[in-house]
T-cell receptor
Framework: EAGVAQSPRYKIIEKRQSVAFWCNPISGHATLYWYQQILGQGPKLLIQFQNNGVVDDSQLPKDRFSAERLKGVDSTLKIQPAKLEDSAVYLC???????????????FGPGTRLTVL | AQSVTQLGSHVSVSEGALVLLRCNYSSSVPPYLFWYVQYPNQGLQLLLKYTSAATLVKGINGFEAEFKKSETSFHLTKPSAHMSDAAEYFCAVSVPTGANSKLTFGKGITLSVRP
C-alpha cells in the first residue's frame, strides 16, 4: 500500500514570496490533515478535511494560509505572502474513517521542509 | 483543553540498556494516547496507541507503554535499546470535541543510543 505522498520535499523562498505544497493521501482515506512542525516542537494541526469539506481550521492563519482538497483526494496548502516564522516542516497526514474518531490512526507523509529567508 | 508534557528534550542510553521516555497528559475527559516515532527526514510513524481496551499496550519494534490514570502518565519503554531506535519520539493525546476530535502532540524527545 502506497503511503502519503508530499511534494516538494524541500523549498527555499524569500519572505513575501508565495509557496504551495501538495499532498496525496493514502487511497480510500477520507480525512486529511495538514500540520506545521517548527524545529524543536511537536506538530501543530493547521487544518483538517473530511472528504472535501473543512472540519477544523481554527489554527490556520487565514490571512496568509489557504488550503483546499478538490474531489476529496489530493490537497494543496498555500502560503502567501510567506514570513520568516513560517520556516518549518509541513506534514500531511490521512486517516481512513470518514467520521472523526479519537482512536483513528493518522498516517503521515515525509513532509516538506520550508525555509523562508 | 487537552495537553501533553514530555519532560526533557534529549535522552541518551547505551545499546542494550532500558529505554524510558516519559509522557504526562492533561485531559478533562478520558483520553486516547499515542506514541509516534520520527526518523530523520521522515514523517511520523505510529508506535502504539491506548484506546481503553487494555492499560498495557504493546507496539512495534519491542516498545510498550502503560496507561496510569492515577498518575496521568503514558510512559514508553523498551527493555533493550538498539542503535536503530535513535530517533525523535512524540507522545500525543486525542479527545472527542463535539463531532470532531483533535490530536495534540508533545514537544518530542530525541533518543540517542550509544554503542
Amino acid at each position: 500500500e502506497a503511503g502519503v505522498a508530499q511534494s516538494p520535499r524541500y523549498k527555499i523562498i524569500e519572505k513575501r514570496q508565495s509557496v504551495a505544497f501538495w499532498c496525496n493521501p493514502i487511497s480510500g482515506h477520507a480525512t486529511l490533515y495538514w500540520y506545521q512542525q517548527i524545529l524543536g516542537q511537536g506538530p501543530k494541526l493547521l487544518i483538517q478535511f473530511q472528504n472535501n469539506g473543512v472540519v477544523d481550521d481554527s489554527q490556520l492563519p487565514k490571512d496568509r494560509f489557504s488550503a483546499e482538497r478538490l474531489k476529496g483526494v489530493d490537497s494543496t496548502l498555500k502560503i502567501q505572502p510567506a514570513k520568516l516564522e513560517d520556516s518549518a516542516v509541513y506534514l500531511c497526514a490521512s486517516s481512513y474513517r470518514p467520521g472523526t474518531s479519537p482512536t483513528d490512526t493518522q498516517y503521515f507523509g515525509p513532509g516538506t521542509r520550508l525555509t523562508v529567508l | 483543553a487537552q495537553s501533553v508534557t514530555q519532560l526533557g528534550s534529549h535522552v541518551s542510553v547505551s545499546e542494550g540498556a532500558l529505554v524510558l521516555l516519559r509522557c504526562n497528559y492533561s485531559s478533562s475527559v478520558p483520553p486516547y494516547l499515542f506514541w509516534y516515532v520520527q526518523y530523520p527526514n521522515q514523517g511520523l510513524q505510529l508506535l502504539l496507541k491506548y484506546t481503553s481496551a487494555a492499560t498495557l499496550v504493546k507496539g512495534i519494534n519491542g516498545f510498550e507503554a502503560e496507561f496510569k490514570k492515577s498518575e496521568t502518565s503514558f510512559h514508553l519503554t523498551k527493555p533493550s535499546a538498539h542503535m536503530s531506535d535513535a530517533a525523535e519520539y512524540f507522545c500525543a493525546v486525542s479527545v472527542p470535541t463535539g463531532a470532531n476530535s483533535k490530536l495534540t502532540f508533545g514537544k518530542g524527545i530525541t533518543l540517542s543510543v550509544r554503542p
